[in-house]
């Protein structure tokens, strides 16, 4: 019935489309996937009324929010404005403490400010930033999961990243990381599952961990 069913709802990366998420399977009898796509933000809409508006797309209630990379950022906005079931935050950060420095070189700089123009041009550039690596012979896997190319977007996505003012850890978010993560290799200490040989991409080549492992953590009591 109806209210058997966990609503499970995937927010992807920064650029990356939701089509991320093809591999991920749950069993159909005890959860419904909704994927959520990034909307093109308003001028000068800050990270806390863009999670508010995102918010909007969640239709049920106790749902289970999993967000990946800056898409794990902003789940966690959101979570401050939802009653959810479980906060799931993958190859992402769980506070601006744990941004590389050459992320907080930019806060302090500005130079976020000129940076993302060049992105929509150049996807290998994008593709570095938002996968940790270059296309090398990846370039048509890319260019299916980076569709968001807005200029717009990508810049406001920059400065939310490198700007974002969370201090510490979601009580009760449930924190998932690859040690081999080149984008944000600074947040597998502290209360966080660490996954062996996990890149910033573990939600694609490493899927089969997740539909394994997920619905215990979906249920645990953690």
């Known amino acids: 019935m109806e209210n058997e069913i966990t609503h499970v709802y995937l927010m992807p990366g920064m650029a990356a489309n939701p089509s991320i998420f093809e591999y991920i399977h749950l069993p159909e009898d005890r ?3 909704h994927w959520l796509e990034w909307q093109i933000p308003k001028k000068n809409e800050s990270f806390r009324a863009y999670a508010k508006r995102m918010c ?3 239709e049920f209630e106790q749902v289970v929010l999993l967000g ?3 898409g794990g950022m902003l789940v966690q ?3 401050k404005y939802l009653t959810v079931k479980k906060l799931i935050v993958v190859s ?3 506070s601006y403490h744990e941004l590389p420095k050459r992320l907080k070189l930019l806060k302090y700089t500005k130079a976020y400010k000129i940076l993302p123009t060049q992105w929509v041009a150049n996807i290998d550039l994008l593709a570095k930033y938002a996968f940790g690596e270059t296309i090398k012979k990846r370039v048509d896997l890319y260019k299916k999961y980076l569709s968001v190319t807005d200029k717009t977007y990508l810049d406001w996505a ?3 990243i490198v700007c974002w003012e969370q201090d510490k850890p979601i009580p009760g978010a449930i924190y998932i990381h690859g040690d081999k993560d080149l984008v944000f290799p600074n947040s597998c200490e502290g209360n966080c599952i660490v996954i062996k040989g996990g890149t910033h991409i573990m939600i694609l080549n490493k899927y089969k961990w997740f539909n394994e492992n997920l619905p215990k953590l979906i249920e645990s009591s953690i």
């Open 31 to 33: 959860y419904k996937i």
């Open 77 to 79: 906005e959101m979570s």
């Open 92 to 94: 992402s950060v769980k």
């Open 56 to 58: 909007l797309c969640i």
């Open 158 to 160: 920059i400065e939310q």
């Open 68 to 70: 990946v990379s800056f």
